[in-house]
C-alpha cells in the first residue's frame, strides 16, 4: 500500500493544476467547451484525494492529523470538497479558479514535505480527534471561501464604481451572487466549527485527564471567529445586514482565523501545536 501512497503523493498535486488549468481556460474564455467536464475532473481529483487520505489512516493506523504537512493536505481536500458542494447547490461555476488555486497551494507543500510516520503520540491516535480536526478544517476551509467571495465582491464593485467592464465583469457573478456565494460559505463554515467545537468538548477530558485550560490561545481564537460569523448569519437572516457590510465583516472573521492559528502555532503555547 505505501507505494500506491507515494504515487498518489506526487499525482494530486498534477490533478489539482489539471483542474484548475480546466477551470481558468473555461473562466478566460467563455462558452460551453468545459462546461462539464470540469465538474467531472473536480470530482475525480476529490475521489482520489479522498482514497488517498483513507490510505494514509489505515497503513499509519493514526488519522492525518499528525503534523502540519499532513493537516496540509487534509485542508486542501476540505477547501475544494467545500467548493464542490457550494458548486452542486448553487451550480455557479465561474468562480473555481480562485478557490482550487489554494488547494492546490497546500497540497504541493504537503506533497513536497510530508513524512511517513508510524509512531505517532497516542493522543493523535484518536478517532474523535480526527472528526474534530476535520470538521474545524472544513470549517476554516468555508471562512476561506467566504473571504475570497468577499474579495471578489469587492474587486467587481471597484470596477463597476469605475466603470470597467472587462474580464472580471464579463465573467464573475453578479455582486448579488457573490454576496449569497460568501453568505453561504460562511454557514459551511459556521456549522462544521459548530460541530469542531462540540467534538472538542467532549474528546479534550478524555485526551489530558491529568487537567487543561480553557483560556488556550487556540480555543479563544475559534470562538471568537465562531461569535463573529455567528453575529453576520444571525444579521443576514434578520434582514439587518447586507452587501459590503456582511462581505466585510466575512474578510475581518477570515484574518481573524489566520491571526489566532498563527498566535496558537508560532507565538503562544498551546495544546493545539504537540504535533
Do not use: C
Not at 47 to 53: G, K, N, P, Q, R
Not at 59 to 86: D, Q, R
Not at 194 to 223: C, H, N, Q, R
Not at 237 to 259: C, D, E, N, Q, V
Amino acid at each position: 500500500m505505501l507505494s500506491s501512497i507515494d504515487v498518489l503523493n506526487i499525482l494530486l498535486p498534477f490533478f489539482y493544476l489539471t483542474t484548475f488549468l480546466i477551470y481558468s481556460y473555461d473562466f478566460q474564455k467563455g462558452g460551453r467547451k468545459f462546461f462539464h467536464s470540469k465538474r467531472v475532473f473536480l470530482f475525480l481529483t476529490l475521489f482520489l484525494h479522498i482514497v488517498y487520505l483513507l490510505m494514509r489512516t489505515i497503513e499509519f493506523n493514526h488519522p492525518p492529523i499528525t503534523n502540519v504537512f499532513e493537516i496540509f493536505t487534509v485542508l486542501a481536500f476540505s477547501i475544494s470538497f467545500s467548493y464542490f458542494i457550494l458548486e452542486l447547490l448553487t451550480d455557479i461555476r465561474g468562480t473555481g479558479p480562485f478557490i482550487i488555486i489554494i488547494s492546490i497551494f497546500f497540497q504541493v507543500i504537503s506533497s513536497l514535505f510530508i513524512e511517513d510516520l508510524l509512531k505517532v503520540q497516542e493522543v493523535l491516535q484518536s478517532n474523535l480527534l480526527g472528526l474534530h480536526v476535520f470538521s474545524a478544517l472544513i470549517g476554516y476551509s468555508g471562512i476561506t471561501m467566504a473571504a475570497v467571495y468577499g474579495f471578489l465582491y469587492l474587486i467587481l464593485y471597484k470596477d463597476i464604481k469605475l466603470n470597467k467592464f472587462g474580464l472580471i465583469f464579463n465573467r464573475l457573478p453578479s455582486l448579488e451572487v457573490l454576496e449569497k456565494l460568501s453568505f453561504y460559505s460562511a454557514v459551511i463554515g459556521f456549522f462544521l466549527l459548530t460541530m469542531a467545537i462540540l467534538v472538542g468538548i467532549i474528546w479534550l477530558p478524555k485526551a489530558f485527564p491529568e487537567g487543561f485550560s480553557y483560556a488556550d490561545p487556540k480555543l479563544i481564537g475559534t470562538f471568537l471567529v465562531w461569535l463573529l460569523y455567528g453575529f453576520g448569519i444571525m444579521n443576514k437572516i434578520f434582514g439587518k445586514w447586507k452587501g459590503r457590510k456582511l462581505i466585510i465583516l466575512s474578510i475581518i472573521g477570515f484574518l481573524l482565523a489566520i491571526f489566532s492559528t498563527m498566535l496558537s502555532n508560532f507565538l503562544a503555547q498551546s495544546f493545539h501545536s504537540f504535533y
